[in-house]
């Protein structure tokens, strides 16, 4: 049996029908085109599929679509505005905080949440908010300078 | 004058679709008519397999085959091991991609469902029904090179999949001369590499011409076509692979797995794409895993630290099967290494492969030579002890002095260049090491334990030249290719035969051809990974895609200035020994004016209305490059870390890099790989641990069961370098993707004995998990 769901993804609406155990993130996923959301692990540990809820960071593989009906989901292809990088993206870039990139997107997005809660972090308080979040490449150094960085441009904003 | 981009940081060409998630792994293709595969997987490490009964999963929704080991036999070959090694009774066991009678590890395939949507065919995994009858399982290599210990193959005697010597100098001699021998058994942990990216396959095949598109996670697709066609008939003039947007490897992605040649089989028997994406768990499963050593080792000296031996003995876990690579990595790979930066003139090392119920062990990120490192830096450490020297200065004593052209070893390499003493120096003086001495031994009085751990490390990587390769039982060349095409409006495109997943070549390519024949680096496009437009190569892995992929660019790069200086001569109307390349323009020497840049050349190239006699259309060039010889990168690291006595927890302090990989293309790139390189080798001495139970079952089995370093377990990496450049290298480089993990497991090791050499604990097994530290400080201490 089908329930039907309306999720709104980088503000446009989709009406679906889904399989009740169809996670979010398959569901963002098979919408067409829409795969910058990534799938590293089975067990919600790797944080690669992180987008944001209602403006809140989810681990995609942790919630049902059914859960997100009436949502509003904002992955990592709706974070620019108008073609411009997000500055979390122009400082993941600059600072060289992404290698293989599968874990970026969700990385971006995680670190998003970390600086809504904390607009002024410290490279301790960026290492503890990425607790939940794994990257095999980069040994998280150039990661906290991307989100020191990016802490920077959004107060000069 | 041009700005030269060798040398700058500038940031990678890859990082816009990666950060804007338009970037396309292989699980992020769809094709018309795709249909999705799923892998039924032994939950026995050993049993024999009876009856299969297909029926029900055969009727459920969605479900279009299933296919058992008996379906696949005649349409699959058996696996193919690609490191023979030589003089090394290599047995090498049937491995079949779906198992028949017998599975041998926990992930062993049994059958495949297809069905029409993901969910469909796992759910139809749970509705097979196969007859196991379990039987003993091994997991320890030791103990399975023992008497008496289940056999995993029946047609391999004590389970030995080779046994490997290698030996150099009068070791005898230098131990029964030895005044102080040191010895110890070490474990190298096995692995598991944890590439982000699970692996993954799509396989589109039509069925009225023969042709097959395989996309693929793999490392070398070149590779990959080859023993495509090995295992699944299709010829490699046939067969189109594509390694897309690959999201890391780590080793683990350099071999050929049954996956993705199932997969391929299903998309010939229905016609239709078939994708298959394992899962993570079935990525710890049945990805190969790393390491897996039980190392005994000894080291003879005389008393003022001159080393003056080693002999060891190794038992290397192969899994149930030997893997493409597998075994050369704990021979040639590891042996040939132990004279280290010492130079160490006598050396004996006998290697037992061994087959276990586990699974297949391959190349994990410096790949044998981590693991030779290791035993070589921590006998030093133990050495330094038993003589009462500190360890830099049994170091100091013994390091090669610096060389240029060469320096021989009595296992057959000719390091190529290298200055050790200068990289130990400046470590021990950028981290003002007799300071951090005098702090810690006031730590020590008020009962707070540091220790500082240092590790010096050569290695080879740029594997080549290939008659090396043919010498050492490797089933392929060791060369690279490259090719450099200048389109008529100076824009390049550049194709190359290695496979960059995560590196960053598309970067550093750009800017060795912008420097070599006058464009801006965002002029050159580098394409890689599809076998269909790009030239042969040998793939990404040993560090090598910059120290040959990146010489054959180099070479190619100035075939193309060198034609372009012969059509800039006709053009200026001058002699083209009057003609030189300079500040990225083609002039008249002693005339900067009359000159043409690359633009000008390159469309009267394309256009060819006006060439010079006998000069040919077009402006491209290609390469194959064989190197003379491996490169040699090195370096110095220092670990310090503080232990707490009381709950065994060991706290990384500080950790200090010095690394060598010769002059650095992109500083910023480089100094990102010894971060990940560094940080993969801290985890292995302070978490990671694939760890079997007496039955063979991976209790670590998904990532909240295996720890994998994460961002708030570790201080800042402090990096520096110094710059020896190969000789034999056009652009002098050496590589730098492994340096770090060599390096830094046996750095941190080596920091915690050091914290708790006053408690007189001698050695621990990895990970150093507070509970094992603290059982070692109670052992020792009786609890006192």
């Not at chain 2, 990940?676 to 998904?702: F, K, N, P």
């Amino acid at each position: 049996m089908k329930v039907p769901v309306n999720i709104t993804v980088n503000g446009r609406s989709y009406q679906r029908d889904v399989e009740p155990r169809q996670l979010l993130v398959h569901f963002i996923r098979d919408l067409g085109g829409l795969t910058g959301t990534k799938v590293g692990c089975d067990t919600s540990q790797c944080g690669s599929c992180t987008v944001l809820l209602d403006g809140v960071a989810v681990k995609s593989c942790s919630c049902l679509a059914v859960q997100a009906d009436g949502a509003a989901v904002t992955t990592i292809e709706g974070l620019a505005e108008q073609g411009t990088l997000h500055p979390l993206q122009e400082a993941f870039w600059d600072k060289h905080g992404l290698q293989c990139g599968f874990c970026t997107p969700g990385m971006i997005l995680a670190s998003h949440e970390l600086l809504r809660h904390n607009p002024d972090p410290s490279d301790a308080d960026i290492r503890h908010g990425l607790e939940g979040n794994l990257c095999r490449c980069t040994g998280y150094q150039n990661i906290v300078r991307a989100v020191r960085h990016a802490a920077d441009a959004l107060a000069e904003k | 004058m041009a700005t030269r981009l060798f040398g700058s940081g500038i940031r990678r060409r890859e990082d816009p679709r990666l950060i804007t998630g338009s970037a396309t792994y292989t699980d992020d293709l769809t094709l018309p008519g795709m249909v999705h595969a799923a892998m039924l997987r032994s939950p026995h490490a050993h049993a024999t397999v009876g009856t299969i009964d297909i029926s029900r999963a055969q009727a459920s929704p969605g479900v279009l085959a299933v296919y058992t080991g008996k379906d696949t036999s005649d349409g699959l070959q058996p696996m193919p091991c690609a490191w023979l090694v030589p003089d090394a009774d290599l047995k090498v066991a049937t491995y079949p991609c779906i198992a028949t009678d017998t599975v041998r590890y926990v992930g062993d395939i049994v059958a495949v469902v297809v069905a029409e949507d993901p969910y469909q065919a796992y759910d139809a995994l749970d509705l097979i029904d196969v007859e196991y009858t379990a039987l003993p399982a091994v997991t320890n290599p030791a103990e399975a090179a023992g008497d008496g210990a289940p056999q995993v193959h029946a047609d391999v005697d004590k389970n030995q999949a080779f046994h490997w010597a290698v030996s150099g100098g009068d070791v005898d001699a230098a131990f029964k001369d030895a005044e102080v021998v040191v010895k110890e058994r070490i474990i190298q942990q096995r692995l598991i590499p944890n590439a982000m990216e699970p692996r993954a396959a799509l396989a589109e095949y039509d069925q009225a011409s023969g042709d097959l598109t395989l996309w693929n996670t793999t490392q070398n697709p070149h590779i990959l076509r080859f023993l495509n066609s090995v295992v699944t008939g299709v010829p490699e003039d046939r067969a189109r692979i594509i390694a897309p947007e690959v999201g890391g490897g780590f080793g683990s992605k350099i071999p050929a797995y049954p996956g993705e040649f199932i997969t391929v089989f299903c998309a010939k028997q229905l016609g239709r794409p078939v994708k298959w994406n394992e899962t993570r768990s079935e990525n710890y499963q049945a990805t190969t895993h790393g390491r897996d050593h039980v190392q005994e080792i000894e080291l003879a000296a005389k008393k003022d630290g001159t080393i003056t031996g080693l002999r060891c003995t190794v038992w290397a876990g192969m899994g149930a099967y030997l893997s493409t690579a597998a075994p050369g990595i704990p021979t040639i790979l590891h042996g040939l290494m132990l004279p280290a930066c010492y130079g160490i003139p006598a050396i004996k090392e006998d290697v037992y492969g061994v087959y276990t119920n586990t699974t297949p062990v391959e190349a994990y990120r410096g790949a044998g030579r981590p693991e030779a490192t290791f035993m070589v830096e921590r006998m030093v450490d133990r050495l330094a002890g038993e003589i009462g020297m500190d360890p830099a200065d049994v170091r100091k004593k013994n390091l090669i002095p610096a060389f240029d052209d060469g320096h021989d070893t009595v296992t057959g390499l000719t390091y190529d260049s290298g200055d050790y003493p200068t990289a130990l120096d400046k470590l021990l003086s950028h981290a003002d090491y007799a300071r951090l001495r005098a702090e810690q031994a006031t730590a020590r009085k008020s009962g707070r334990y540091i220790g500082l751990g240092l590790s010096t490390y050569v290695e080879m990587c740029g594997l080549g030249p290939s008659q090396v390769a043919g010498a050492i039982g490797f089933q392929g060349g060791l060369w690279e290719s490259a090719i450099v095409r200048v389109h008529p409006t100076g824009k390049v495109h550049v194709f190359i035969g290695t496979s960059p997943h995560g590196q960053g070549e598309e970067t550093t390519f750009a800017q060795i051809v912008a420097d070599e024949i006058g464009v801006g680096a965002d002029d050159v496009k580098v394409i890689h990974g599809d076998t269909d437009t790009t030239p042969m190569g040998w793939g990404t892995y040993g560090s090598r895609t910059t120290a040959v992929g990146g010489a054959a660019l180099a070479k190619a790069a100035r075939k193309v200035r060198d034609k372009a200086k012969v059509i800039a001569a006709h053009l200026l109307e001058a002699a083209v020994e009057d003609m030189e390349f300079a500040d990225g323009k083609y002039s008249v020497k002693g005339s900067p004016d009359k000159a043409k840049s690359l633009a000008e050349v390159a469309l009267m190239a394309n256009v060819a209305w006006n060439m010079p006699a006998n000069v040919e259309a077009g402006l491209e060039a290609s390469t194959f490059y064989d190197p003379p010889n491996f490169t040699f990168p090195f370096g110095a690291h220092l670990a310090v870390v503080e232990v707490d006595k009381a709950t065994g927890q060991v706290d990384l302090k500080r950790y200090v890099a010095i690394d060598d990989c010769g002059p650095q293309i992109n500083p910023v790139i480089v100094e990102g790989q010894v971060h990940g390189g560094v940080v993969q080798g801290i985890g292995q001495a302070l978490w990671e641990q694939a760890v079997y139970d007496d039955s063979g079952q991976l209790v670590t089995g998904s990532m909240l069961d295996y720890a994998l370093p994460r961002a708030g377990r570790l201080p800042e990496i402090e990096v520096l370098s110094t710059v020896t450049p190969s000789p034999h290298h056009p652009l002098g480089v050496k590589g730098i993707g492994e340096a770090g993990t060599i390096a830094s497991t046996v750095a941190v090791y080596n920091a915690v004995m050091d914290a708790l050499g006053p408690l007189g604990v001698e050695t621990i097994d990895m990970p150093f998990t507070p509970e094992r530290v603290w059982r070692a400080i109670q052992q020792a201490t009786k609890g006192h």
